[in-house]
């Protein structure tokens, strides 16, 4: 696969998810930056190509647009599929999905920065309370991930086996933002383990915020 390009932001974990997919298959690709604080993700030329007005989206060589990380990550899987981001078997492709649909799908969507900005500008929450919203919904999911992480015997170096698969972009791209949060992470041994050992490779560590030609 050639002539990619990626509309990113450096601070979304969406985004820090598909770069990471992208580094561990190896694939180059060009990088547009959208600031979604200055909300150029809703300029009238990002959303006539990605309606949504989300980052990321991934231009093809073909001119075809992919959006949705997670829907992302699995094109690139079965586009490239070495090294696999999910587990051949049907039993480990589900385990996996569901490690990461918890963080992806109960956790992302309450806080992301649509939601964070709607509470602050609308109902009136404060920095304090929208960064406590923030660890509560964290916490909320982090709490069952660790016991499910720790307690399978499938877990290994990563969150299943010893090679990180998509399961393991998420969960370093929300410990990521969880930083900026300051969310304790004491209670979360496992996936502190597990972000640890992610970082330790260049293709996640090249994918982090502080890393991107847009960084702040």
Sequence with gaps: MSGLVLH????????VRLR???????????????????????????????????????VLEDGTVLTQSLAVI???DEMVPEPPLLPRDPTGRARVRALTYAIACEIHPLNNLRVL???KSVLGASEDMTAAWFRHWVVETFGALETMLASDARTGCFCHGDAP?????????????NRRFDVDMSAFPTISRIFEACSALPEFAEAAPDRQPDAE
């Design 165 to 177: 698969g998509m399961a393991d972009i998420c969960l370093y791209a929300q410990v990521l933002n």
């Design 117 to 119: 900005s709607h509470l």
């Design 20 to 58: 990471v997919a992208l580094n561990l298959k190896g694939l180059a690709y060009g990088y547009v930056a959208h600031h979604l604080r200055k909300n150029e993700q809703r300029s009238a030329a990002y959303l006539a190509l990605n309606p949504q007005g989300l980052v990321p989206a991934l």
């Design 74 to 76: 699995e094109y690139l």
């Design 8 to 15: 990113s932001y450096f601070r979304s974990s969406t985004s």
